[in-house]
């Protein structure tokens, strides 16, 4: 799950020996039923749900620990990627500038560039042993300003459950690597581990059509703008400000950034 080119049926423009072209509608209702699914289905369920979790794994354990690696070979959109959250970040007047989450970290080029500028300290997640070292050598080298990494934790973010408060939690380019139950219950516990009037942010790729794309080169799927809302909204989120990065090359799928606040109880 990176920035990668629109396989959507409806859309896609181009190929690229970076991406996937094994792409197909997925069946998500299928994998989301087969997660949940009781009894009968639950050998099967017991099998897809680690497969998907561990194919992905082993997709990234082969990926170079660098930005073009975490980029699916397009490092060089990392500055204008990181410009466009900068943007973002500075119109959503964060409250406290303490401490951040990163979450799919990857080799700490978020937290590194656009995180760790702002925040007092960054921890992390990711889930894969060597680009969580690698986060951790580019985070705390000598060039990085006084603030500092915090935690790291090398785990998915499907088992993660916070122990602090974060005053931002930044998600990006990962989510589509958890399963729709995993997704609902990951940003319940993420919403528990806010500071009041903290945001929670994702940046991602949507699909152009209303279809869940598959790719099963890398374990992940691209889920449409409406799916994100719907599922932010399922755990407690409200969504308070939701932006298109732009200048991205053409043919990618479009990325969205999207900041919500936990929806006070009562709330709609
Ligand atoms: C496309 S890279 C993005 C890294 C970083 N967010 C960035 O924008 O540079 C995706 C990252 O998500 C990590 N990842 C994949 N599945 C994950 C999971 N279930 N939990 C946590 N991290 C995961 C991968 O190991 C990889 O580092």
């Not at 099967?44 to 660098?66: C, D, G, I, L, R």
């Not at 139950?181 to 059509?209: H, W």
Request: glycine share 6%; hydrophobic share 35%; with cysteine.
């Amino acid at each position: 799950m990176y920035c990668k080119l629109d396989t959507d049926p409806l859309t896609a423009e181009e190929d690229s020996p970076h991406f996937s072209k094994d792409v197909n509608n997925c069946k998500h209702e299928a994998l989301e039923a087969e997660h949940e699914a009781p009894s009968s289905n639950e050998s099967k369920n017991e099998k897809v749900v680690p497969e998907f979790y561990n194919k992905a794994q082993k997709y990234w354990s082969a990926v170079p620990a660098t930005v073009n690696g975490m980029l699916g070979g397009l490092g060089y959109i990392s500055a204008i990627d990181i410009q466009g959250s900068r943007i973002f970040l500075r119109e959503l007047k964060v409250p406290g500038k303490k401490l951040a989450l990163d979450c799919g970290a990857g080799i700490g080029r978020v937290s590194r560039n656009l995180l760790i500028p702002i925040f007092e300290t960054v921890d992390l997640v990711e889930q894969d042993a060597a680009f969580a070292e690698k986060a951790r050598e580019i985070c705390t080298s000598e060039s990085v300003c006084r603030n500092s990494l915090g935690e790291v934790y090398n785990m998915g973010l499907q088992e993660f459950s916070p122990t602090h408060k974060y005053d931002l939690i930044w998600s990006q380019w990962v989510l589509g690597h958890l399963t729709d139950p995993d997704l609902v219950a990951f940003f319940r516990r993420m919403r528990l581990s806010l500071q009041p009037g903290a945001y929670l942010c994702i940046k991602e790729n949507v699909s152009t059509s209303k279809e869940v794309i598959k790719d099963d080169e890398d374990s992940s799927i691209t889920r449409p703008l409406e799916s994100y809302e719907r599922i932010l909204r399922e755990a407690g989120f409200r969504i308070v400000r939701k932006v298109r990065q732009q200048n991205f090359p053409k043919g990618l799928f479009p990325v969205y950034m999207i900041a919500c606040k936990s929806q006070p109880l009562g709330g709609n």
